[in-house]
């Protein structure tokens, strides 16, 4: 495979084959520089060689009626994590502050359950109206589940820039994972924050026992979803889940998680692709050569998991010879897929292109 004329390629805005994105994965260990060389290439165009930071804030821990068996909040799981209700108002703002002190420029706002209750998107609401008014530049990334009637409105109008909720795996092999919610849930919870005017944030984890044609199929399938962030995380097997007990996420190495996100890159070349969960269980001493392909990552700690020191990450990116995006500073890149969407709105509005497809309805039980 010539790997740098697959990058010309997309350069002139030609996607790869699915069969070329698995070359990308099957590539013998010694073109992983090869591989990586051109991913940067793509990165370089779109976003230059700045980092995006984002930084978690666990609102509310554990308590989850779903069985997503890779989870450490799952309602079979018995892994020792902190549980707790939905953090005061005052608790939140005071971590989207510390997201400020971490260089974040967008702070992410997780909740743990089904999908929010109406009481709980006010509680957040609340909060995120005050955290814009200190930081206006600071972008608002929600993690809630999946959404009810309304909600992604309500969010949008608070000030919420973006909404997460990750496919998480393929369509074939979301059955293997998780009975509690279907694929499409998760799917019609992104289309309907995007339809609310919310930049969409979905993606995976790898190391699910998924095959390589399916971690191929979860790139394509979010290309085609319009996510404009991407995360890749690399399952951490928690002890006490029903993924560490079936040994998954073993057969991961540093090269392959190079070589994971490299195939992303060149799927998605205008995306945000961000190193997230299980970076430094699998990634290891290769963690830099991971932001030749990807643009951004999760600073300090993750959900129950602790991270990376956040000094460590400031060190690694300016050893790069890169810098971390500013907050408020950094425009959505062009081509990215929230300005074909405005693009293609315009259009609709002025009877010049298609009308943008309905959002499929969403289910919430409380």
């Known amino acids: 495979m010539k790997w740098n004329a697959l990058a010309d390629r997309s350069l002139d805005g030609q996607a790869p084959t699915e069969d070329e994105a698995l070359a990308v994965l099957d590539a013998p260990d010694t073109a992983v520089l090869d591989v990586l060389a ?54 939140i703002i005071e971590q989207a502050e510390r997201a400020v002190e971490a260089q974040a420029s967008t702070c992410c706002i997780v909740i743990s359950g089904r999908g929010p209750s109406n009481k709980e998107v006010d509680h957040v609401t609340r909060a995120v109206r005050t955290v814009k008014q200190r930081h206006p530049g600071l972008k608002i990334c929600a993690c809630m589940g999946i959404l009810k009637e309304g909600q992604a409105q309500r969010l949008k109008d608070a000030g919420v820039d973006r909404y997460n909720h990750n496919v998480n795996t393929a369509a074939s092999h979301h059955d293997e994972i998780v009975s509690t919610h279907t694929y499409d849930d998760r799917v019609g919870t992104v289309n309907a924050a995007m339809k609310a005017g919310i930049s969409p944030c979905s993606g995976v984890i790898v190391g699910l026992g998924e095959s390589h044609e399916q971690v191929v199929e979860s790139a394509f399938a979010l290309r085609e979803l319009g996510a404009d962030s991407i995360p890749v995380n690399f399952l951490i097997p928690v002890e006490g889940t029903q993924m560490h007990a079936e040994g998954r996420g073993e057969d991961l190495d540093p090269r392959f998680a190079l070589k994971v996100l490299s195939m992303f890159r060149f799927v998605c070349p205008d995306r945000e692709i961000r190193i997230s969960a299980g970076r430094e269980v699998h990634l290891r001493s290769l963690q830099p050569m991971a932001l030749y392909p990807a643009n951004a990552l999760f600073v300090s700690d993750y959900l129950t998991e602790p991270g990376q020191e956040e000094e460590s990450d400031w060190s690694m990116i300016e050893d790069l010879g890169f810098e971390i995006e500013r907050v408020g500073a950094a425009p959505v890149p062009d081509g990215s897929a929230a300005k074909r969407r405005a693009s293609e709105a315009a259009a609709s509005s002025s009877g010049d292109g298609a009308a943008t497809a309905e959002a499929p309805a969403v289910e919430q039980t409380e």
Request: net charge neutral.
């Open 38 to 91: 051109a991913a940067y290439r793509i990165r370089r165009h779109h976003f230059g060689t700045v980092v995006k930071l984002n930084y978690l804030v666990n609102a509310k821990s554990g308590l989850c009626p779903e069985d997503c068996g890779y989870c450490s909040q799952n309602r079979h799981s018995t892994a020792e994590i902190s549980k707790y209700g939905l953090m005061d108002e005052d608790e």
